[in-house]
């Protein structure tokens, strides 16, 4: 009898330590929202999986967009020589990303977003590709940091020299450079604007 309330004891505390387990690992969507923030310092020498990167795209391409046109494009700087040259075409960013483990150009076509047919739909036109770009550049800071790593989005790039060094289509609009990696160091939280300065109600 002994033995039987002790088995159930260890059982039910494995079962408890595993829900425990999962529940404090994945982070809640406040916890990514807030413990995101951009980050200029990476620990050297580390990689990110190939499946993690195809886990973090698969989830960024649940982004919305115009008619579903999905028109954001990515180029990942994955080896060394290839990041290599996109830290030579983001000028002060450099110190930043230097020991990112991917760097990822974010692009978008244009004539997708905004048109109908063919016809630009209203005023905005082409903006509504890096409305929906940046829509997806979203989706892919936050996966990455409910999955542990980090980003640096760099609007600060050389994008006639990205395009050249990695042959992206004229009809692509570059946007961002984002940094991808593992934090080595504690970012200070942003001040944020009063919500009355955010948001009206009415
Ligand atoms: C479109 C865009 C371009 C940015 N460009 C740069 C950049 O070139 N260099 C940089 O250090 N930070 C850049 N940032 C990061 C912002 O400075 C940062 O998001 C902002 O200060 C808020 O801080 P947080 O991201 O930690 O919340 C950029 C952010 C965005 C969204």
């Known amino acids: 009898m002994k033995r039987f309330v002790l088995l159930s004891a260890v059982i039910s505390l494995s079962v408890l330590s595993a829900c425990t387990t999962n529940s404090s690992t994945a982070p809640s969507f406040d916890d990514v929202l807030i413990s995101r923030r951009s980050i200029r310092a990476y620990e050297p020498g580390r990689e990110i999986p190939e499946a993690q990167l195809q886990e973090l795209f698969k989830a960024t391409q649940n982004a919305p967009s115009w008619a579903n046109f999905q028109p954001t494009k990515y180029y990942a700087a994955v080896s060394k020589e290839a990041r290599e040259a996109v830290l030579d075409l983001i000028g002060g960013n450099k110190n930043s990303a230097v020991n990112a483990s ?28 890096a409305h929906d770009n940046g829509l997806s550049n979203a989706y892919l800071i936050l996966k990455a940091r409910a999955m542990g790593f980090d980003t640096l989005i760099m609007g600060m790039r050389d994008s006639d020299g990205l395009r050249a ?4 289509p004229e009809n692509e609009t570059i946007t961002a450079v984002i940094a991808l990696g593992y934090r080595a160091e504690e970012p200070r939280d942003p001040v944020h604007k009063p919500l009355d300065e955010f948001v009206k109600f009415f």
């Open 102 to 129: 991917v760097l990822l150009i974010s692009t978008f076509e244009r004539g997708k977003s905004g048109f109908f047919q063919g016809q630009q739909t209203n005023e905005l036109a082409e903006e509504w590709g």
């Open 165 to 168: 060094q990695f042959n992206i």
